[in-house]
């Protein structure tokens, strides 16, 4: 795809687009809104020369380190493979990036879609190289077949490829995940000094980047479900305490901030794949430093995928959502780690908060603070001869016209992993390309986006905002400001919907 326009320029290594953003600023005046549209321009400038990436896994022997890595190296190598419903091929599906269209505009009446990852240029995931950490020590071949999620088939055939990948030895703070996670921590970094630790995990990325020959390198926590730590300003609150409480080994710094941290200190992005609050403020704060993102936090793969679409469109169409009852059973090492209550607590959260802003933006069904407190149970049961075929069920309750009942009852199975995996990779190769994008806002300098990437919010069940910039969770809203966000800086058009192209020529 080429765009011929005046906005826009492209030379070897960068694409330059302008853009006139209209927004409309609102003045309230008494009970009355005043609506000021208002044009402001931007000029978006993207670095087009594909880097070589390597990403880091925290907790790269679990289901989804292992469904990602063999993900990909079946589609690099092609590998088909055999099951009782025919041959398979491999594919991405479940990736937005690599399986997703976008439309860039129509062709006499005719709308015309191309790949999401063709409007950019963007790393291609087979060309990832992949290394990372697991505090068990099995190879990706072995820990793969533990986590029965890919087909018997495509295992054996990717054994010779996977058996030669060995996590390194992790950090472990046994007080932080579930106590039924002991049993599998046979490959940790000694000692109970978390400076130590920090300046380990700090050599294992130099090393891992120096070994690859790696332009760039991006961190990403998909180990287990860490309880909350106990915020404290003074622990937390800013880079420096943050980096003394390190080297006071205070109780209160989980793995995965000391993970975060690292990744801030040797240069590199980190993503948190959980719900827990790894990223404190003095992680945003080192990040700001070093110039690099933040995202999180916790994959948003399926039921509460389903969630923001169902309650969006319902409150969208001026009908009262007042009870969301989500059961989940599930069976792999992640439902074991939440049968612990401190672990299950972090995924309440994030399950739960993902409707608030939804609910809160219609003040019609929902004139009250009391009356946006709905029915919202979640419950998460570990039965495990369900593996990695979640089964989830959720009960919608609403209230319809003239004090009416609208119930929905939605039954999602799925392996849960094989949702992630793309999703994972859609986190690392959205986050490389926003490193690569520059913007200017009426002629001021050029700036990176904002340090904590909500821009990425689409893949994320309680996504982090920079603060003071409110959180959406409405999917459609999520993923068209992904989509527009990408046409913008390629110089296209954004599609407001109306089509008068098509109905007027
Ligand atoms: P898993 O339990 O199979 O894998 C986690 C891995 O992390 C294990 O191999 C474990 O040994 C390792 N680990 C634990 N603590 C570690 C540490 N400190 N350092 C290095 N490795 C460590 O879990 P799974 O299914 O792969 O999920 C990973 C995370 O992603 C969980 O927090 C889960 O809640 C979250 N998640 C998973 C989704 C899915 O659909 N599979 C969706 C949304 C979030
Ligand atoms: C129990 O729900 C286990 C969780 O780890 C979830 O499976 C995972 O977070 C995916 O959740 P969701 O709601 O995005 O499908």
Known sequence: MKVQSTTTQQDDHFLISNYDYKSTNIEKNGDKYIAKPQITNF?????????????????????????????????KFNITW??????????????????????????NTEEVFVPFKDVLPMVNPCDIVFGGWDISSMNLADAMNRAQVVEYDLQQKLRPYLEKLVPLPSIYYPDFIAANQGDRADNVIPGNNKLEHLNI?????????????LDKV?????????????????????????????????????ASTIFACAACLEGCSFINGSPQN?????????????????????????????????????VGAGIKPKAIISYNHLGNNDGKNLSQESCFKSKERSKKTCVDDILESNKVLYPTEEELN??????????????????????????????????????????????????????????????????QKDASEYQRFDTVLSWLSYLMKAPKSESGITTINSLSRQRAMLENLVKVCAGLTIDDNLRLEVRYG
């Open 43 to 75: 000029k978006f400038k993207t670095d087009t020369r594909i880097p070589k990436l390597g990403v880091m896994l925290v907790g790269w022997g679990g289901n989804n380190g292992t469904t990602l890595t063999g993900g990909i190296l079946a589609n």
């Open 278 to 314: 790894t990223i404190v403020p003095g992680v945003i704060e080192l990040a700001e430093k070093a110039g690099v993102f933040v995202a999180g936090d916790d994959f948003k793969t399926g039921q509460t995928k389903f969630k923001t679409c169902l309650v969006e469109y319902l």
């Open 82 to 107: 055999n099951s009782r419903r025919g041959t398979h091929q491999p594919n991405f599906y479940g990736s937005l990036t690599q399986s997703s269209v976008i439309k860039i505009g129509t062709c």
């Open 374 to 439: 709905i029915d919202h149970t979640i419950v998460i049961k570990y039965c495990p001869e369900t593996g990695d075929s979640k089964k989830a069920m959720d009960e919608y309750i609403a209230e319809i016209f003239l004090g009416g009942r609208q119930t929905f009852a939605v039954y999602n199975v799925c392996e849960d992993s094989l949702l992630a995996a793309p999703l994972i990779m859609d986190l690392l190769l959205l986050c490389e390309l926003f490193e690569r994008i520059q913007f």
């Open 201 to 213: 995990i700090r050599k294992n990325i130099a090393d891992f980047k120096q070994q690859n020959n």
């Open 218 to 254: 991006i961190l990403l926590w998909t180990a287990n479900t860490e309880r909350f730590c106990v915020e404290d300003p003074n622990i937390h609150g800013t880079a420096e305490k943050l980096l003394k409480s390190i080297e006071s080994s205070h109780p209160e710094i989980s």
